[in-house]
């Protein structure tokens, strides 16, 4: 049995469009504080967007598609979908070209500056940063390092607006179907007590 598969799910009435997601996949991705994070949003894009208009307000990021047009269009497999329909990056294959970011449907994909990792520097003629698409990715990477259930977004959201949900309940709430689904939402844990 593969490993359950997660999606952030949005509740547009409660986000109040204070861009803090944004700021915190920004520092979980550049392993750096929300307050630094402000100072890097010249170069680092979000994978989280928040999109306001005169009646709504709604953090956008990658939706999961079933059939993912951002797969299927890219020429360097950067973007596959797996067999259970979770789509992946794999940063070392994208040339930067663009399409994905095209071909998204919600806008979730943008382009930015990465660190080359020790194990692309094996493959590419290349070490500085370079710039490629970007999707969410569920801090998979930070969420390991950091040992935390929740991705950096809903963490830092303080209305509740964003949450985790299985992939499968979320795909069934899009098609019309009820579902009784588990979120994961922001462990309120209490301080750390700090060590005399």
């Given amino acids: 049995m593969s490993e359950q598969q997660y999606i952030i799910y949005a509740d547009s009435d409660k986000c109040r469009g204070c861009k803090k997601c944004e700021l915190a996949c920004i520092a979980s991705h550049n392993g750096v504080t929300i307050k630094e994070a402000a100072k890097l949003r010249k170069d680092h894009e979000p994978r989280v967007h928040v999109v306001k208009t005169d009646t ?55 382009k930015s500056f990465v660190e080359i990792t020790e194990g ?35 963490e830092a959201c303080s209305f509740g607006a964003l949450n985790m949900m299985p992939l499968e309940d979320y795909r069934a709430l899009i098609r019309g179907e009820a579902v009784s689904h588990t979120i994961l939402e922001k462990n309120e844990e209490k301080p750390a007590q700090k060590a005399e």
Wanted: aromatic fraction near 4%; hydrophobic fraction near 35%; include cysteine.
């Fill in 56 to 110: 709504i307000k709604m953090p956008v990021q990658c939706r999961q598609c079933e059939d993912a047009p951002c797969a299927l269009v890219c020429p360097t497999h950067a973007l596959i979908q797996e067999n259970h329909g979770k789509v992946i990056m794999r940063t070392e294959f994208c040339a930067g070209c663009g399409l994905c970011v095209m071909a998204c449907p919600y806008g979730a994909i943008s």
């Fill in 120 to 154: 692309e520097k094996e493959h590419l003629a290349r070490k500085d940063p370079r710039l490629i698409s970007v999707r969410c990715d569920l801090c998979e990477q930070w969420r390991a390092s950091e040992g935390k259930e929740v991705t950096a977004c809903v």
